[in-house]
């Protein structure tokens, strides 16, 4: 499981660090380090596109896992370069620059656009397999989540856009329903796909969504 | 009381219907044209919402328009749009108005529209409406409260016989003959063939197939909707027919064929009834009709 970044094109990357001219660049070691958005590479061809821009770079650093709470210890080793700074640009996920923004007071920029939370299924492609709904449906629909794999997330079966096992909106994207028929009908359990479900609950836990672990 | 649409459907005469599409704008002059060409020459006339994703004057207010005339309307309503709270209300209010008749769709997507950035609802899909039209049928909202006044509409929803693979859109087809579709206008079928084997099929179930017929203005045209739009299938015998003709003869071509093409279903009562569906030439539907012999 990894969450998926897309680095931004440098024009919002430079607009959205107007007026911020010294900069301290973090990346991360985990996820962005994966698809190479944010790991130690990364970090160096953007303190340099910075100094290109004419920005003054302060430093930069990858954090094991940006999203955790070692990020704060992180944070205070490079807390005089991070101080002098005007700002953090991160190259963390988004979860990454929720935690950074908790210490030292500096606003964070994105540097990467967080996409989805995806499943690697074979080297180097990664796939998004579930919505986070709160209502599993996997049991009935073969381990294919409707939600997810269909466009329009429908649950009662394929819409008229189908062609070919492919979808409407991308002829290189399957039709999730087409999927879960052949999974289905090969498990011996097409009466499932015959059974009415009902519209979704779109409260199950309400936004935003936090648990305590007892 | 029953639609007049629902009474045709059910006297066993060979339905038609044929459908308009709102303008991107307010003037309705175009329209309203259509509406005065159709009224009077079939069972009831379809208004598309949205087609193909491309914000439009809405399906409600089309139907408004034929009701003020003195036709009979098909409220197309989609799910991409609206969610539960807003599809019931505009249920709600064609119902009182007059309007006695719903085709239930999941709709396209947004992307393949005119506003791709636009959020795509999908909060119910066309089959949950289907039984949201009954639930409000029975006098209660989809969150269990009694309504004042219920409705009363015909509901039908949408097949398409040339999907491939099949068996997935037949499973559906039934849920929504479960879910209560009184009746179903297909996507478009060329091939008499494979229809009539999909009818036999069909035939078992308690419902109104009304095929569906859309005109094939050029060869072009023809070539480009069986590579390009999902579901339908148009034999290379039909293209190389209309081929063969001068391009100033090919719309006429294509009213003989969709006119010989009802003629047969209605002769071998392969089917409950056609809805034809010119795209933008809705003046030419009278003379679909009448190389029907209708």
Redesign the interface.
Known sequence: MKSITRQKKMEEIQQGLKGLDRVFVIGCGTCTTMTKTGGIDQVEEMKGRLQQMGKSVTGGMVIPTACDDVTEASLKENEPYIRIADCILSMSCALGIHRMSLYLGKPVIPAVDTLFIGVEESPGYFREACAQCGQCLLGDTAGICPITAC???????????????K???DKEKDCA??LI?NRL?AQGR?EL??Q?Q???N?HIALKPRAIRIQ | MASRFKEALESGKFVITSEVAPPKGTNLDKLMHHIDLLKDKVDAINVTDHQSSVMRFPSLGGCLAIKEKGGEAIMQMTC?DRN?LALEADLLFAYSRGIGNVLCL????V??GDHKEAK?V???????LL?TVRQLASGQD?GGNKLEGAVDFCAGA?V?PE???I???L??F??KV??GAEFFQT?AIYDLENFTKFMKYARSFKTRILAGIVLLSSARMAKFMTENV??IFVPQSLIDELSGVPKERMLAKGIEIAGRTIAALKKNNVCDGVHIMAIGKEEVVPEILAAAGL
């Not at chain 1, 079966?157 to 070919?164: A, D, L, S």
């Not at chain 2, 999908?122 to 949950?128: I, N, R």
Request: proline share 11%.
């Open positions: 466009h329009k997330g429908l649950v009662n079966g394929p819409c008229g856009g189908t062609n070919n096992g979808c409407e909106v329903w087409t028929y009908k097409l796909m015959r009415y009902p519209p979704r779109h | 991409r539960r999941t709709g396209d997507a992307p393949v795509g999908f909060d119910l899909d066309s089959l949950q039984k989809l949408i398409t999907a491939n693979p068996e997935p859109q499973i559906k039934e849920k479960e879910a996507q999902p579901g």
